[in-house]
């Protein structure tokens, strides 16, 4: 089995970098900005060529739960910018030749090797058959999701934007999965994901929520996985 990387920061040591509001640059800009530039896993992300933080969040995430494994056909549901592609296709050793990964988003990115990178809308009435056609005709064995809706600022209204988002997710992921396969998606806990959950339970054997140390301590994000899909026979 491909081993992942190691995750902890700890390694990567930086002075705190201060950093003086601009006149074009609101304050909430100028937080985000200094949380990005002292944000170990930002940094460790550009040393290792990863494309973004978020890589490893997936790294952890499969440490702990051993879910990517070689062979294994996978779907990466809005993919931009590819970082967790990067990490998936050594652990399922997705080749150029043989590639068993698929990420599709409709925004343009780079290539990674390994991965077949579909410009499309998930939500596309054909985007189901698409994918599987890329995946040779074979159902996939895991669905993952890193997408977050963009927020307003209203806490209520992002969260019920973000649990529609995945409600989408989950509902793409039951026509593309084998029966035994899993979801793993990203949510913020608040409340209101009570008929996702419901749904999901009645679908898949296990259900439960992971916040990988990558996750900041001070977001709501955490991570849903459902494994144990059933296959046709959680359909009405």
């Known amino acids: ?37 002292n944000d170990p896993y930002v940094t460790r992300a550009r040393e290792e060529g990863y494309k973004s933080r978020a890589a490893f969040k997936l790294i952890e995430l499969n440490d702990k739960h051993n879910f990517l494994k070689p062979g294994m056909r996978v779907v990466d549901l809005g993919c931009a910018p590819g970082g967790w592609l990067q ?16 990420g599709i988003d ?16 998930f939500n596309d009435d054909d985007a189901p058959d698409v994918l599987i056609k890329a995946l040779d005709g074979q159902k996939a064995n895991l669905v993952m999701s890193d997408m977050a809706a963009p927020t307003t600022g209203h806490k209520p209204t992002d969260h019920i934007r973000i649990i529609a988002l995945v409600e989408l997710a989950a509902d793409f992921a039951t026509d593309v999965l084998a ?14 994901e009570h008929t996702l959950l419901t749904s999901l339970k009645q679908k898949f054997t296990k259900t439960f929520h992971a916040k990988p140390p990558a ?13 144990g899909f059933k296959g046709e026979l959680s359909k009405d």
């Open 87 to 102: 990490v998936a296709v050594p652990l399922i050793k997705s080749t150029p030749e043989n590639p068993t990964i698929v």
């Open 215 to 227: 996750s900041r301590k001070d977001s709501a994000e955490t991570y849903l996985i459902a494994t």
């Open 106 to 121: 409709y925004l343009e990115m780079e290539p990674v090797t390994g991965a077949i990178v579909l410009q499309k809308d």
């Open 1 to 37: 089995m491909a081993k992942s990387p190691k995750s902890s920061p700890s390694a990567t040591r930086q002075l705190k970098t201060r950093v003086k509001t601009a006149k074009r640059r609101t304050n909430s800009s100028t937080r985000w900005l200094q949380r990005q530039l």
């Open 179 to 192: 029966p035994g396969g899993t979801f793993i998606a990203k949510v913020f806990q608040g409340g209101t």
